[in-house]
Nanobody
């Protein structure tokens, strides 16, 4: 069974930075893609950033230039460096990954979510 666990969230003042981590554990063969999605109260989920196995990057317009996604495949870990944070970035952030396991199966997995709060 594959699990994703996020860490690194919390409370920060506007203009500050946070670094989220997402550790994947279990019978993992390949992390094909890894992304971060956020959901603010009363809002729909928004894909913030995604990185593919070949390094292809995607960012939403709202975070491009401020957030950086990266991955360390040796550690089965993904990161989201968030700089110049704004109150509008306040949300629960979810790690999502499409993973192939050691039994030849592939599937999409989600973390439990972590709160990021940016005060003005």
């Amino acid at each position: 069974q594959v699990q994703l666990v996020e860490s690194g969230g919390g409370l920060v003042q506007a203009g500050g930075s946070l670094r989220l981590s997402c550790i994947a554990s279990g019978s993992i063969s390949t992390i094909h893609s890894l992304g971060w999605t956020r959901q603010a109260p009363g809002e729909q989920r928004e894909l913030v950033a995604r990185i593919s196995l070949d390094g292809t990057l995607h960012y939403s317009d709202s975070v491009r230039g401020r957030f950086t996604i990266s991955r360390d495949d040796a550690k089965n870990t993904g990161y989201l460096q968030m700089n110049s944070l704004e109150p509008n970035d306040t949300a629960v952030y979810y790690c999502n990954a499409f993973i192939g396991d050691n039994y030849g199966r592939s599937g999409s997995y989600w973390g439990q979510g972590i709160q990021v709060t940016v005060s003005s």
